[in-house]
């Protein structure tokens, strides 16, 4: 009777271990990735949840995940049920996401957006023109052409003041219209004739039969009929002086020009620019007009929110009337390289290459380099408002052409010429702008839909086109 005492709980002690293996063991292996079955290569085994009904078949590519949990990421790297490794999900090359460019905007304190906070900067929808996506990204400097791509209207006005040498490589106008005025080049012709006085003596006299103008001997002494500026010194080199003044002549002169840009692609955008130009000389009358349109397209080959190369070529057409000064007088190619560089969470670089090439000028025109840096820092960065200071260094190196001078000394005038001429002016100013930085998905510290910029120039070299200069702009992006 013992025996059978001592018997009976052994066998409910195992009867009940056995119970509790199979009801719980499944889940306890699954819970160790060392035990159990093997997982089937690449993928992992659909499991049905308890008290659901299957998946779709449709379904079966994703990765199952415990019903009890719905918290659980859908990116889970491990399987919540077997331990194996999880197949990844498609890859979308094309996806900021897959560049690893993750969306962050302003901390609740109104911080500036982490450094690769563009997630969405180049989603469709967000600063588009016409359907095709373009960057999140505004202008930054307020001289150097910007070598970022993004629809708007830019208007913008500038003032220059004392510039001594308005003709200097046919650059801001035309040579001297006084080089094409044949009253300025012709000679008195006077022929010897015999003349008997009144005591009967005969002597020779030379009397003027008026100014001849002989094209070769003009041109022989500077005739030149492509000079089309304007006539606003009067006189030529070898020549009495026509004008009276006190000082050495110069010209102000203002702009107001509109400038359209339209990005159908992030990469790629035309533009057109139309000035109007008002002129002020110390000698000559003031003029106002229509200036040189000009037109042309940018194309990125590097294009991204926290850098742009680009490559941008420029056409001047001679639409405003030369002999007022309100234009060159021929046609300009300008090919040129921009740089766009985000340096930090706030600082900026810009940078420019261009090439100024005359084409059907005078012997003034003169072919130019264009070159510039610019640092920005968004000092203030809100979620609606940044202000930013810019410091700029603008410069250009004249390899020929001429001028046409004239100073106390030389009150006739003289040519000279200004090939080797290096000029270099430093620019600082302001730019405010409004947007929305710290758009949800993805906002840009430089998502400007508004901005106003304000700066002022000066010449730091004795060469220079003005030795003062002042600007305010407009943008309106989108």
């Known amino acids: 009777m013992l025996v059978r005492r001592l018997r009976f709980p052994r066998s409910g002690q195992a009867l009940a271990a056995l119970a509790g293996f199979l009801l719980f063991g499944p889940t306890a292996l699954a819970q160790s990735p060392q035990v159990g079955a093997q997982p089937y290569p690449g993928a992992v085994r659909p499991q049905v949840p308890y008290g659901q009904a299957p998946e779709d078949s449709s379904m079966a590519g994703q990765v199952p995940r415990v019903a009890q949990t719905p918290q659980s990421p859908t990116e889970s790297t491990f399987s919540d049920l077997t331990g194996a490794v999880a197949a990844p999900p498609p890859v979308d090359y094309l996806s900021p996401e897959a560049a690893g460019i993750t969306a962050t905007g302003p901390s609740a304190a109104g911080g500036a957006p982490a450094f690769a906070g563009f997630g969405s900067a180049f989603a469709p929808g967000l600063g588009l023109a016409g359907q095709g996506a373009t960057t999140l990204v505004a202008d930054n400097v307020g001289y150097i052409d910007s070598a970022i791509i993004r629809s708007r209207i830019r208007v913008r006005f500038d003032a220059n003041f004392d510039d001594t040498s308005p003709d200097k490589a ?66 030529v080199p070898g020549h009495p002086n026509v004008s009276t003044f006190g000082s050495v002549p110069s010209i102000n002169y203002q702009e107001v020009a509109t400038y359209l840009e339209y990005a159908p692609v992030r990469n790629f955008s035309a533009f057109i620019e139309l000035p109007a130009r008002f002129l002020q000389p110390s000698i000559g009358t003031n003029t106002a007009g229509f200036s040189d349109l000009n037109l042309g397209s940018k194309y990125a080959f590097i ?75 968004n000092i203030v960065l809100t979620d609606h408002l940044r202000i930013a200071p810019v410091n700029e260094f603008v410069g250009w190196t004249i390899l020929n052409g001429q001028e046409y001078v004239m100073t106390k000394q030389a009150p006739s005038g003289t040519v000279l010429p200004v090939g080797g001429q290096s000029i270099l002016n430093e620019k600082i100013g302001l730019r405010i702008g409004l947007g929305n930085y710290s758009q949800a998905g993805g906002g840009s510290a430089l998502n400007d839909r508004h901005s106003l910029y304000v700066g002022y120039g000066v010449a730091v070299t004795g060469d220079a086109w003005y030795r003062q200069t002042f600007r305010l702009e407009y943008n309106l992006w989108f």
């Open 170 to 235: 046919e650059f801001i106008y035309a040579k001297c219209g006084c080089f094409a005025n044949p009253a300025n080049f012709s000679f008195t012709l006077t022929a010897p004739t015999p003349v008997k006085s009144s005591n009967g003596m005969i002597h020779i006299e030379s009397p003027s039969h008026g100014k001849v103008f002989d094209y070769g001997y003009a041109l022989a002494h500077g005739y030149d009929p492509r000079a089309r500026g304007p006539v606003l010194h009067g006189p």
């Open 303 to 377: 294009a991204n929110p926290n850098q742009y190369y680009t490559f941008q070529f420029r056409v001047y057409a001679p639409t405003g009337n030369s002999y007022q000064g309100l234009g060159t007088g021929h046609v300009t190619l300008e090919p040129g390289l921009l740089v766009f560089q985000r340096l930090s969470d706030r600082l900026y670089f810009s940078g420019q290459f261009l090439d100024w090439i005359p084409v059907g000028g005078s012997d003034f025109a003169g072919n130019i380099l264009i070159y510039g840096v610019g640092l920005t820092y």
